[in-house]
């Protein structure tokens, strides 16, 4: 039985279907409010719970044997983020899981101070390594469904927002690639007890985004460029009332500020160990945009 945190977000609700398709038993802890129809559907064992909640995470944890972390925390980084993990570990050790596999974040080693999710996520990380459990921890940079909803803005309007230094690099993964990394890492020996940077096999600069764009909808795109000051002018405003958007805002900024990409070598190594060829940033667009 593998058991899917954040089952119905972007990366979990991928990771149920391909557990399903092999035939798979698949516990998917969901939200009351969440949309999990499809999940039901496609058989997998629907648990109702609050990942605030260690009851709930007990329950869900019986019986399991792979426990799959692939929720976010919104803007609840504590509790989500750090705490919800780690008792999620610490009862995978109780139960006697055989594998734990966590969805980190590149960069969450580099000690970014502003970024909440990174320290939470890195604070994890270490717990998991120490806790004995057999573990592979993921860390994808940005994720190509992400772009799905900008994309769609782009095909209306022909504009695409470019906040910040437009050479910034980054290794923008499929997701559906990274569905199947998750799903395989629990079997592979070359995954065990390993952690792996998740890129795609092209290093992009941001400005490269909306030029793909560009290519698949046949139209000139019109790119508005503001300085990251715009952030930091925005995080100083509403943290005068509003703390955890600003903290939301500190991880944003990190991620707008810096450079988040593979490097051949780990690329090369991913495909390797995964014995699949990853999927390039146009592919994946073009496949759901169905152009």
Request: hydrophobic residues 40%; aromatic residues 8%.
């Amino acid at each position: 039985m593998f058991l899917v945190t954040g089952a119905t977000g972007g990366i979990g609700r991928r990771v149920v279907r391909l557990l399903r398709q092999q035939g798979k038993s698949v516990r998917a802890f969901v939200r009351l409010t969440s949309r999990y129809s499809e999940l039901e559907h496609r058989g997998a064992d629907i648990f109702i719970g609050d990942l605030l909640r260690e009851k709930d995470i007990d329950k869900a944890t019986q019986g399991v044997e792979y426990i799959i972390s692939a929720h976010g925390s919104g803007s609840d980084v504590l509790s989500l983020d750090y705490r919800a993990n780690i008792e999620l570990i610490d009862q995978a050790k109780a139960k006697g899981a055989q594998h734990f596999v966590f969805i980190s974040v590149l960069g969450a080693d580099r000690g970014y101070e502003d970024a909440a999710v990174f320290q939470a996520k890195r604070a994890v990380e270490k717990y998991l390594i120490n806790s004995g459990l057999n573990y592979t921890i993921l860390r994808p940079a940005g994720l190509a469904s992400n772009l799905l909803p900008l994309a769609e803005q782009f095909r209306e309007t022909g504009l695409y927002l470019l906040v910040g230094d437009s050479k910034n690099r980054s290794s923008i993964v499929s997701t559906d690639d990274l569905a199947k990394i998750v799903v395989d890492a629990v079997t592979l020996t070359g995954a065990r007890n390993q952690i792996f940077s998740v890129g795609g096999p092209e290093i992009l600069q941001r400005e490269d985004i909306p030029h793909i764009f560009g290519r698949i909808f046949n139209k000139e795109p019109i790119v508005i460029n503001p300085p990251i000051l715009l952030i930091d002018g925005l995080r100083t405003a509403i943290g005068l009332f509003n703390p955890q958007t600003q903290q939301a805002l500190g991880t944003y900024r990190t991620l707008l500020a810096n450079e988040f990409f593979c490097t051949k070598e780990e690329i090369a190594n991913l495909e390797k160990t995964f014995n699949f060829q990853l999927e390039t940033l146009e592919s994946f667009l073009r496949r759901y945009l169905a152009v």
